[in-house]
């Protein structure tokens, strides 16, 4: 018996997730402090960056700033909360966005399990979906979306943001869930034959209970990607109140201000990670469904 | 033959006339799993498919459970067209993997046919209740699949294809993927049950002791294509009357000896001396 047998295998993950995040401090203030202030250069080629306080301030230059206010203005709020109140509104628009794109990307995948002729007609342009660059079609959604107004409705911005959002989020949702609902063994299928149930019946007793395994890490990655989407989107649309548009303020100040750019950087880290985490509630919820998982 | 009653006797609970499946293939003429096949089976009866891999056996079983259509003939099902019989859950099913749903406990998975017909919760309960004692799983009710062995998966498998107390069984190689000593006690178990429920059976096995040890008749098909060789009554006798000792019988291991003897009569006549491949002796 190890030592360690004991200790429960989730807090252990956790445990060696903390160790790598020290480990990563440690390395960056061991370079900071033993690296040529210069940086590495080969050639004319820097390979790693420069060690002066500007380039890399201490992790506690950033720790400490995020609890000055933002600017010298007598108003401003400390830094921590200005990053906190944009990384709220980034999550809301990218719980709207993932919340689209599962839709969506669910709904495909049904589509496509039902009928062969989808699956041939729809998955390739799924795929080539997502060759196109965020770039090119953010300034596209927004103008469209300017023209869309019916009653009291009025498309705005942050809608925009969100469909972007949502158009990296439902790729993973609509592969993984395809791939989870053809997931079930032959044998499973025909018993379903056998018991002279139709497609609807299937599809809820068996192949979408069989689909959670694929469905989880499908739901975790449009979360993640509905995150990045919602921040890349934020810059390129120019949205005002969100964490990406902080990144790009923020990032005016590094002159004389190092340890400020990285506060809205930490703040969308956190967002991720806590888009990935509702996603693991999710799963927890669904830990009946994931049995095979686990004996095999 | 003027009552209604002496009617639904001589109806049979399986009834093959004629049967040809050809699996079409991109070339050629096709692979013929099964050439003009009849077959009755009697309500209660319990019939073993017997022979070499290739011969259809499996093919003819998912036939007359309407998991395949056959390319010529007819097959019926206490007197419904087989498509019929499956829509109206005239038979119960298990296949060799015992194809449990891994999220449900052996009680859901028992109760899975009734619920999705539709049967009420407290009905469903005691029937599940009920087939978990008769293959002696009580204890295990609340478990998950994952839990547990092979042996015990086929039982609730076997459960679960009784729950709507089907006229007739269909079993394909059921005990296949078992080690020998599970084996034999799984088939003791299933001559009881078949005693107790009074279901026909159609039983597929590569086996030879075990298709003598639970048939009324041994049907020995052979390869390429697939055709009834011959059909051996086995004769030992009511099966609530099979026990243990049985496999000790004289008459046993005389049936035993006749349906070896069928199946490698092609190997004497020289023939085809592969043809007996994949069938136990044991």
């Known amino acids: 018996m190890r030592r360690d047998a004991h200790v429960h295998p989730r807090l252990r993950g956790g445990l060696f997730g903390l160790a790598g995040l020290v480990l990563l401090a440690l390395i960056w203030e061991l370079y ?18 420069r060690t002066t306080d500007l ?67 729809i998955l390739p342009w799924i795929i080539l979906s997502q060759t196109v660059p965020l770039i090119a079609i953010a300034p596209l959604v927004r103008r469209w979306g300017a023209q869309i107004q019916f009653g009291d409705f009025t498309w705005e911005s942050w809608m925009s943001v969100a469909l972007i959002a949502s158009y990296l989020a439902f790729f993973p949702v609509s592969i993984g869930a395809l791939r989870g609902l053809a997931s079930p063994d032959a044998n499973h299928v025909d018993l379903m034959h056998c018991y002279a149930v139709g497609w609807w019946k299937t599809l809820w007793r068996l192949r979408l209970p069989a689909s959670v395994g694929y469905l989880l890490p499908a739901l975790r990655l449009a979360a993640v990607s509905a995150v990045v989407g919602s921040v ?59 049995r095979g998982e686990a004996s095999a | 033959m003027t009552t209604t009653t002496s009617f639904a006797v001589d109806v049979p609970a399986v009834n093959v006339h004629g049967v040809s499946r050809i699996f079409a293939a991109r070339k050629g003429p096709g692979v013929t799993a099964l050439d003009d096949v009849s077959l009755t089976v009697a309500p209660g009866e319990f019939v073993s ?121 269909l079993m394909d ?7 020998e000593m599970t084996r034999e006690r799984m088939q003791n178990e299933l001559v009881r049950i078949c005693a107790e429920t009074q279901a026909a059976v159609v039983f597929v096995t590569h086996s030879i002791p075990e298709a003598v040890f639970l048939s009324n008749r041994v ?54 001396p592969a043809g007996a491949r994949g069938v136990e002796t044991r």
């Open chain 2, 219 to 272: 049907v020995v098909l052979e390869p390429r294509p697939g055709r009834i060789r011959s059909i051996v009554s086995v004769g030992l006798g009511a099966p609530s009357g099979r026990g243990e000792d049985l496999r000790e019988d004289e008459g046993f291991f005389r049936s035993l000896s006749e349906v070896r003897d069928l199946l490698h009569g092609d190997e004497a006549a020289g023939a085809s």
């Open chain 1, 32 to 49: 900071k402090a033993l690296g040529p202030v210069d940086g590495v250069v080969i050639g004319t080629l820097t390979v790693l960056p």
């Open chain 1, 232 to 290: 890349v989107a934020e810059v390129s649309i120019g949205l005002r109140g969100g964490i990406g548009r902080l990144i790009v303020e923020y990032a005016g100040a590094a002159g004389n201000d190092p340890g400020k750019p990285w506060a809205p950087i930490f703040g969308s880290i956190l967002v991720g990670l806590v888009a990935a985490g509702f996603v693991g509630l999710i799963g927890l919820f669904l830990r009946r469904f994931r």
């Open chain 1, 55 to 121: 380039a890399m301030p201490h992790l506690w230059v950033m720790f400490d700033r995020l609890f000055e206010p933002v600017t010298g203005a007598a108003s401003a709020l400390p830094l921590w909360q200005a990053v906190s109140q944009g990384s709220l509104f980034t999550l809301g628009i990218a719980a709207v966005g993932w919340l689209v794109g599962v839709t969506v990307g669910l709904a495909l995948a049904l589509l496509m399990q039902r009928f062969r002729l989808a699956e041939s007609a």
């Open chain 2, 173 to 179: 190689e059921p005990f296949g993927a078992l080690d």
């Open chain 2, 49 to 169: 498919l017997i022979g070499p891999s290739g011969c259809g056996k499996s093919t003819l079983l998912r036939l007359i459970a309407d998991l395949d259509v056959p390319t010529s003939g007819r097959i019926e099902v206490f007197g419904k067209p087989a498509r019929q019989a499956r829509i109206d859950q005239d038979y119960g099913i298990a296949f060799q993997q015992a194809g449990l749903l891994p999220w449900r406990t052996v009680a859901g998975n028992i109760e899975l046919p009734l619920e999705l017909h539709g049967v009420g919760k407290a009905a469903r309960r005691r029937r599940a209740a009920e087939l978990i004692a008769l293959v002696g799983l009580s204890d295990f009710a609340a478990h998950f699949p994952d839990q547990l062995s092979g042996g015990m998966q086929q039982r609730v498998a076997i459960a679960r294809s009784l729950a709507e107390s089907p006229s007739l069984l």
